[in-house]
C-alpha cells in the first residue's frame, strides 16, 4: 500500500492522535497494555519530522487497527519534559510502547518499508 485509501483515510482519526505530558500515561501507556502504540516525537521546525509523518501515516492505514500513534509536539506545553523523560537527543524520534514498555526507537526519517519492518520486528504483527 504507497497511499492511504478513501477507506484508511476516514479511519486514521481514529488511529492516530494527539497527546500531551499531561496525558501521556493514559493515552500511550496505559492503551498499550491492549494493542501496540509508536510515539512520534515532533516539532513543527523539523523538515525530517514533516518527511515522516506521511510515512507513519500511511504505515498506521496499513495495520488497520492492529497499532495506534499517538503524536507529540516536543515545543508545546510541557511536551519537552516527556522528551527528557525519555532522553530523545533529536527529533523526530519514534518510540514503540507494548505492555507499559518501550520495546523500540528509532530517529530520523526512513522509508515506509524500513518503518513496517521496524513495527514487525517489535509486535510480531505483520
Not at 37 to 65: K, N, Q, S
Request: with cysteine.
Amino acid at each position: 500500500m504507497n497511499a492511504l485509501s478513501p477507506a484508511s483515510t476516514a479511519r486514521a482519526p481514529d488511529l492516530i492522535f494527539d497527546t500531551h505530558l499531561e496525558h501521556f500515561e493514559h493515552d500511550v501507556i496505559q492503551a498499550s497494555h491492549t494493542l501496540p502504540i509508536l510515539v512520534d516525537f515532533w516539532a513543527d521546525w523539523c523538515p525530517p519530522c514533516r518527511a515522516l509523518t506521511p510515512v507513519l501515516e500511511r504505515v498506521i492505514a496499513h495495520y488497520d487497527g492492529k497499532i495506534h500513534m499517538a503524536k507529540v509536539e516536543v515545543d508545546e506545553g510541557d511536551n519537552m519534559k516527556l522528551a527528557g523523560r525519555y532522553a530523545l537527543r533529536g527529533f523526530p524520534t519514534v518510540l514503540l510502547f507494548v505492555g507499559g514498555e518501550i520495546v523500540g526507537r528509532f530517529s530520523s526519517a526512513h522509508p515506509e518499508q524500513w518503518v513496517r519492518e521496524f513495527v514487525a520486528e517489535h509486535t510480531g504483527i505483520e
